[in-house]
């Protein structure tokens, strides 16, 4: 395995999974992932109706924490996400699939996302991956787990028949995310009018509970009535309208901008070359907002062939981990606990704007003395692994004399398999 094999299964993948078989040629290898139909499939599929629907009878019947039918389809579709990233053989595109999910963070914060979350990935991320922004954005911003995470179900326009009847308002919490986080960010300069405005166009976009099966509703009697001014542009009244602001947002150069710095900084370095930037944006500009294009545009930068420089957040690293050892499924431990422990509880994100992706965040000392105890852990569960053949397995030229010299002088196998795991470079991607 050559140095750039090497990259192509660690930075721009999720670590080589045992002795699976490396690419002849690294960057086909990576374009083909992006152009071939993704190969995942759950068996059940996760539903935005069974989960709302478990959301309801939970409401009515309310059970005892823990006992939920929402909280068994989190963990029925945690465990299945989590296992596909183990075992995936098309680790890049899993990558970009996790990638997209943190840009449209939806979090466990709010507990009514957990029977949701799944069918989210599947049904507004994962098909969109390489397809055009606008799709995904649309998907997103219409999926019942965003609308319940950012509150836009109860967003109410105050001059409605719904509105003028209750005296409910607005919500704009999702409409201020996607200005901020989701499109053109605050480099644009918009102002807290365009926010309210942007608002006023989202109501009506909402959840129907009761409907069989529930599912996403446009309200008309909670839309406010109108047309709406938007960074200068007019919008008409109606879910349309939201629809057009929507793609406006999506093609508008801020928000290629925005992503390119942001796939720039997961790809390449927590503070990306300005050129790099610039190449992704202009795949963004020239193809309407096509995310194959832009994800393929990074695999040809000389940048992200560079010696890795990226530090693996507990997510990532925990997964590099398990497929370097390739456990078999009754010999993992609960990815779900392991997670929670190390600082990054799956689909937890604080906050709107998901998980940091700088090193800054994740490498203070605490943070790596739990990484290093798990380390010792988890190596225990690899009874039959020979340390040398994994080290050179997973990291191939990358493997520094000191850490395989250290693995060799190691008092036990899973003394030499922590020595690895907790390596400088396992712990970069």
């Known amino acids: 395995m050559d140095t750039r094999t090497a990259h192509s299964l660690i930075r721009f993948g999720l670590g080589r999974k045992g002795n699976e078989p490396v690419p002849a040629d690294p960057q086909s290898w990576l374009a083909e992932q992006l152009f071939r139909p993704d190969p995942t499939r759950f068996d059940p599929a996760p539903s935005t109706a069974r989960g709302l629907t478990a959301l309801r009878e939970d409401r009515q019947s309310k059970p005892p924490p823990g006992q939920s039918r929402s909280r068994g389809i989190f963990r029925a579709d945690a465990a299945a996400q989590l296992g596909n990233a183990l075992t995936t053989a098309a680790p890049f595109r899993e990558r970009l699939v996790w990638f ?173 070359p300005p050129t790099a930037a610039h190449r992704i944006e202009a795949a963004l500009r020239d193809t309407g907002g096509d995310l194959g294009a832009a994800a393929l545009a990074i695999t040809r930068l000389d940048d992200a062939w560079t010696p890795l420089a990226k530090f693996r957040a507990p997510t990532d690293f925990v997964i590099a981990s398990l497929r370097a050892f390739d456990l078999p499924e009754d010999r993992r431990p609960d990815l779900v606990a392991v997670l929670g422990a190390l ?22 000392p605490e943070a790596m003395i739990r990484r290093i105890d798990w380390a010792h852990s988890v190596s225990a569960r690899a ?47």
Not at 122 to 145: D, Q, W
């Open 383 to 429: 009874t039959e692994a020979d340390p040398g053949t994994i080290a050179e397995a997973s990291l191939g030229p990358l493997l520094s004399q000191a850490t395989q010299s250290a693995i060799e002088r190691a008092g036990s196998r899973q003394d030499a398999l922590t020595i690895l795991l907790s390596s400088p470079e396992f712990q970069r991607r």
């Open 100 to 272: 997209w999910t943190n840009h449209f963070a939806v979090s466990l914060r709010r507990p009514a996302s957990a029977p949701l979350i799944g069918a989210f990935i599947e049904e507004a991320i994962r098909p969109h991956t390489t397809a055009r922004f606008g799709e995904m954005l649309l998907a997103v911003m219409r999926h019942p787990a965003m609308l319940l995470y950012l509150d836009n179900a109860q967003s109410v326009g105050p001059d409605s028949p719904a509105g003028l009847s209750t005296g409910r308002g607005l919500n704009e919490n999702l409409a201020r995310e996607c200005l901020e986080l989701h499109t053109v960010t605050q480099a644009v300069g918009y102002t807290q009018a365009d926010v309210t405005s942007f608002a006023r166009v989202l109501t009506g976009w909402s959840i129907d509970l009761k409907n069989d099966p529930p599912g996403f509703r446009f309200r008309p009697r909670a839309h406010e009535p109108g047309e709406q001014t938007l960074l200068g542009r007019t919008f008409p009244a109606d879910e349309q309208g939201g629809v057009a602001a929507l793609a406006y947002l999506a093609a508008h150069p801020a928000t290629h901008r925005a992503l390119a710095v942001k796939l720039a900084r997961h790809f390449i370095a927590d503070d990306p």
């Open 343 to 364: 600082g990054q509880p799956l689909w937890a994100a604080p906050l709107p704007n998901g998980w940091s992706d700088r090193a800054a965040d994740w490498a203070a």
